[in-house]
């Protein structure tokens, strides 16, 4: 099969980051898989300053048949926002992309290759973090999957959440078939990830990074605040699943809810908040409260495919 004959769609949301908007595109169009469609949805209010920045970002590319252009007539969050795109896609295969993050060259042809060949409803990719410094901070690696069996591939998603959405790559017919993303922007990737696995999609990983995405310092009070409802509901979610995990197993996940926590407050600059969480953490499971720090900094230092 000729790879270069099969298009593949990226679908871009963009809100309130006209900034990095070009760098996201234009890491996109460098592809080496020439075969691509950039569907770039913007998600922000008509009429507003951020509708107008990112209005006149795409101004740049009008002559460029590969990027398409949609303006939604209401905010309607990431994960609406990215079903927007995937309705108006035409590639066989989808895949995503965060307006503030990029796409290493060979991104689209390593990951469609292995999905061709290996005849996959869906693959998803190791992800590389860095801070605004652009400093790497975190490394996502799944080599630990063992089995990719549905019930196995469900309680390790639950307990580590086999994400992000940059990493993710579907067959259209697949990802439609599910319904796409659900109405949940918090956590969208999360939920969408485990309806995938639930319906029997064969799925693979490719242990190598080809997205840089960045985590920005600040994530701001109202930000914030969203993200402590949505994982709160996810934490719901998982306690509903709790008869599949033993007790060790259900301790780690308390502890990655409260560290999780810890976090978006730390970002918010809650500074009370995040010690209470770092506390609740500690007292859940001390082993984990010191081993999954180490774990994080022996994948950054052994890392070979950055």
């Given at each position: 099969m000729d790879?270069?004959?099969i298009k593949v769609?990226?679908?871009i949301?963009?809100?309130?980051?006209?900034?990095?908007l070009?760098?996201?595109?234009?890491s996109?169009?460098?592809?080496?898989?020439?075969?691509i469609?950039?569907?770039?949805?913007?998600d922000?209010?008509p009429g507003?300053?951020y509708?107008i920045r990112?209005k006149?970002?795409?101004?740049?590319?009008?002559?460029?048949k590969r990027?398409?252009?949609?303006k939604?007539?209401?905010n309607?969050?990431?994960a609406?926002?990215?079903?927007?795109g995937i309705k108006l896609?035409t590639?066989?295969?989808?895949?995503f992309?965060d307006?503030d993050?990029?796409y290493?060259?060979e991104?689209?042809e390593k990951?469609?290759?292995?999905?061709i060949?290996?005849?996959l409803d869906?693959?998803f990719?190791?992800?590389s973090l860095?801070?605004?410094d652009n400093?790497?901070?975190d490394?996502r690696?799944f080599?630990?999957?063992e089995?990719f069996?549905r019930?196995s591939?469900?309680?390790y998603h639950i307990?580590r959440?086999?994400t992000?959405?940059?990493?993710f790559m579907?067959?259209r017919?697949?990802i439609l078939?599910?319904?796409?993303?659900g109405h949940?922007?918090?956590g969208?990737?999360f939920?969408?990830?485990?309806?995938?696995i639930?319906?029997?999609?064969?799925?693979?990983?490719i242990?190598g990074?080809y997205?840089?995405?960045y985590?920005?310092?600040?994530?701001g009070v109202s930000?914030g605040s969203?993200k402590?409802v949505?994982e709160?509901e996810?934490?719901?979610?998982?306690?509903?699943?709790?008869?599949?995990?033993?007790?060790r197993?259900?301790?780690?996940i308390?502890f990655?809810?409260?560290?999780v926590?810890?976090?978006t407050?730390?970002r918010a600059?809650s500074?009370?908040?995040?010690?209470?969480?770092?506390l609740?953490?500690?007292?859940t499971?001390?082993f984990?409260f010191?081993?999954?720090?180490?774990?994080?900094?022996?994948?950054?230092?052994?890392?070979k495919?950055?």
């Amino acid at each position: 099969m000729d790879i270069e004959s099969i298009k593949v769609s990226i679908i871009i949301p963009t809100y309130k980051r006209s900034d990095f908007l070009t760098r996201a595109i234009n890491s996109v169009l460098s592809q080496t898989h020439n075969n691509i469609e950039v569907v770039i949805v913007d998600d922000n209010n008509p009429g507003s300053e951020y509708a107008i920045r990112t209005k006149r970002v795409l101004k740049n590319y009008d002559n460029d048949k590969r990027v398409i252009y949609h303006k939604n007539q209401k905010n309607l969050g990431c994960a609406l926002a990215r079903n927007e795109g995937i309705k108006l896609s035409t590639g066989k295969y989808i895949t995503f992309l965060d307006d503030d993050d990029i796409y290493l060259p060979e991104k689209v042809e390593k990951q469609l290759s292995y999905m061709i060949r290996n005849q996959l409803d869906m693959s998803f990719t190791a992800l590389s973090l860095y801070n605004e410094d652009n400093r790497l901070i975190d490394y996502r690696s799944f080599t630990d999957i063992e089995d990719f069996s549905r019930d196995s591939l469900k309680k390790y998603h639950i307990m580590r959440h086999l994400t992000g959405t940059d990493t993710f790559m579907y067959k259209r017919n697949f990802i439609l078939s599910i319904g796409a993303f659900g109405h949940r922007d918090m956590g969208d990737e999360f939920y969408l990830m485990y309806r995938t696995i639930c319906n029997n999609a064969k799925i693979g990983y490719i242990d190598g990074s080809y997205v840089t995405a960045y985590v920005h310092k600040s994530e701001g009070v109202s930000k914030g605040s969203s993200k402590v409802v949505g994982e709160n509901e996810l934490y719901r979610f998982k306690k509903e699943h709790f008869q599949l995990f033993s007790l060790r197993e259900r301790m780690f996940i308390r502890f990655r809810h409260y560290a999780v926590l810890a976090v978006t407050y730390k970002r918010a600059r809650s500074f009370l908040f995040t010690a209470i969480y770092v506390l609740l953490a500690f007292l859940t499971s001390p082993f984990d409260f010191f081993i999954e720090p180490v774990k994080l900094v022996s994948k950054i230092i052994g890392s070979k495919k950055l």
